[in-house]
C-alpha cells in the first residue's frame, strides 16, 4: 500500500545517512524485531554506531530480539511515524521504541519528505499547545499501529519529557528522564560521585557517550524484563 510518502512496503533512507542497522534483505528469521526510532540522537551523530543508546539497548536479549536503528538526523515526530509504518511489511516489528525528537520540529511533505525546525519561517504559528498536541497525535497512531499489529511500544524523549500520562499505556513511557537529561548526574548508589562534566559527541554538539550509555541502562532497568 502507498499514499504519497506513506507506505507500508518502501523503508527507505537519505544517501548521507543510511539506517545504521544490518541489510534486511533477506530478512533473517528465527527472532523477533525491535524497530528503534528517533533522531540524530538515535542514529549517533558524532558517535561511532557502538556508542549510541540504541546499541547498547540492542545487546538485551538478543538470543530473543533482532534490533533495527531506523534513527534519522533531523527526525521529526511526524518522520517517526511515517518510518515506522514504512517497516510494517519490511521489518514486521514487534516491539518498538521511540524516541520522540523536539515537538517543535515537523515533517513537510512537498516534493521530499522534510523535517523543519520550530525556527523555520513555515512554522511561526506553531506554540507549544500545537506542538504538544501534533506530538499526542503521533503517539496515538504508534499506539494504534501497536495494536493492529499486536506489538508492544515503547516511548521515550531526547531532550524535554512530555507528559503522556492521560494514555492507558503510560506504563511503557521513560518519564523520570530524557537522554539530555540523565548526563551529569549524582551517582549516590553505586560511587557515591557527583558527576559534573557535561558529556559531547565528537561533533561538539550532540549528546556525548556518557549521555547514551547512562540513558541506557535506565531505560533497560525500566523496561528490560518487558523486552523479551
Same mark, same amino acid.
Not at 515526530?77 to 518498538?96: G, H, N
Not at 559534573?196 to 532497568?221: C, I, M, Q, T, W
Given at each position: 500500500?502507498?499514499?504519497? &510518502?506513506?507506505?507500508?512496503?518502501?523503508?527507505?533512507?537519505?544517501?548521507?545517512?543510511?539506517?545504521?542497522?544490518?541489510?534486511?534483505?533477506?530478512?533473517?528469521? #528465527?527472532?523477533?524485531?525491535?524497530?528503534?526510532?528517533?533522531? /540524530?540522537?538515535?542514529? #549517533?551523530?558524532?558517535?561511532?554506531?557502538?556508542?549510541?543508546?540504541?546499541?547498547?539497548? /540492542?545487546?538485551?536479549?538478543?538470543?530473543?530480539?533482532?534490533?533495527?536503528?531506523?534513527?534519522?538526523?533531523?527526525?521529526? *515526530?511526524?518522520?517517526?511515524?511515517?518510518?515506522?509504518?514504512?517497516?510494517?511489511?519490511?521489518?514486521?516489528?514487534?516491539?518498538?521504541?521511540?524516541?520522540?525528537?523536539?515537538?517543535?520540529?515537523?515533517?513537510?511533505?512537498?516534493?521530499?519528505?522534510?523535517?523543519?525546525?520550530?525556527?523555520?519561517? /513555515?512554522?511561526?504559528?506553531?506554540?507549544?499547545?500545537?506542538?504538544?498536541?501534533?506530538?499526542?497525535?503521533?503517539?496515538?497512531?504508534?499506539?494504534?499501529?501497536?495494536?493492529?499489529?499486536?506489538?508492544?511500544?515503547?516511548?521515550? &524523549?531526547?531532550?524535554?519529557?512530555?507528559?503522556?500520562?492521560?494514555?492507558?499505556?503510560?506504563?511503557?513511557?521513560?518519564?523520570?528522564? /530524557?537522554?539530555?537529561?540523565?548526563?551529569?548526574?549524582?551517582?549516590?548508589?553505586?560511587?557515591?560521585? &557527583?558527576?559534573?562534566?557535561?558529556?559531547?559527541?565528537?561533533?561538539?554538539?550532540?549528546?556525548?557517550?556518557?549521555?547514551?550509555?547512562?540513558?541506557?541502562?535506565?531505560?533497560?532497568?525500566? &523496561?528490560? *524484563?518487558?523486552?523479551?
Amino acid at each position: 500500500m502507498k499514499y504519497g &510518502f506513506y507506505s507500508d512496503t518502501n523503508l527507505t533512507t537519505i544517501d548521507k545517512y543510511p539506517f545504521r542497522c544490518p541489510s534486511w534483505t533477506p530478512l533473517p528469521s #528465527g527472532k523477533k524485531n525491535v524497530v528503534i526510532l528517533g533522531c /540524530s540522537h538515535t542514529w #549517533g551523530v558524532g558517535l561511532e554506531a557502538n556508542e549510541t543508546w540504541a546499541h547498547h539497548i /540492542s545487546q538485551h536479549n538478543t538470543d530473543r530480539l533482532r534490533y533495527w536503528n531506523l534513527g534519522q538526523p533531523g527526525a521529526a *515526530p511526524d518522520t517517526l511515524l511515517r518510518i515506522l509504518y514504512s517497516s510494517e511489511k519490511v521489518l514486521f516489528p514487534k516491539i518498538i521504541i521511540a524516541m520522540w525528537p523536539e515537538i517543535s520540529r515537523r515533517e513537510r511533505l512537498e516534493n521530499y519528505p522534510q523535517s523543519v525546525h520550530g525556527t523555520d519561517e /513555515s512554522l511561526r504559528w506553531e506554540n507549544k499547545d500545537t506542538d504538544t498536541n501534533n506530538l499526542l497525535k503521533c503517539v496515538f497512531l504508534v499506539e494504534k499501529f501497536a495494536e493492529h499489529t499486536n506489538c508492544i511500544a515503547f516511548h521515550c &524523549f531526547s531532550d524535554d519529557v512530555v507528559d503522556l500520562k492521560a494514555s492507558k499505556n503510560d506504563t511503557m513511557v521513560l518519564d523520570q528522564t /530524557s537522554l539530555r537529561d540523565c548526563w551529569p548526574y549524582w551517582d549516590s548508589v553505586i560511587a557515591r560521585e &557527583f558527576h559534573s562534566d557535561p558529556s559531547r559527541a565528537r561533533d561538539g554538539l550532540h549528546y556525548g557517550v556518557e549521555n547514551h550509555k547512562r540513558f541506557a541502562d535506565v531505560f533497560l532497568e525500566k &523496561f528490560g *524484563p518487558k523486552l523479551k
